[in-house]
């Protein structure tokens, strides 16, 4: 079963698009999911949008890495 993520409370069309962009879809896409690595994704996916940069994922994890430490 494959349950839209406007279900969650608070989840609407920005939140649910922002999710998208870092491959979960569905709710049950959620499960098993690190909090704090969802977060960094869509972090990235954010800087790289604006900047429209061609690091890696695992360069940009680094340097948030080194950042948040």
């Given at each position: 079963m ?5 279900l969650?409370?608070g989840?609407?069309?920005?939140t649910?698009?922002?999710l998208?962009n870092?491959?979960?879809n569905y709710?049950?896409d959620?499960?098993g ?9 869509d972090?990235?996916?954010?800087v790289?949008?604006?900047t429209?940069a061609?690091y890696t994922?695992l360069e ?8 948040k430490?």
């Amino acid at each position: 079963m494959k349950t839209d993520l406007t279900l969650i409370p608070g989840v609407g069309k920005k939140t649910k698009q922002a999710l998208q962009n870092i491959g979960i879809n569905y709710i049950e896409d959620l499960k098993g999911q690190n909090p704090e690595e969802l977060y960094l994704k869509d972090s990235l996916k954010k800087v790289l949008l604006k900047t429209n940069a061609s690091y890696t994922y695992l360069e940009w994890l680094f340097i948030m890495l080194r950042i948040k430490n």
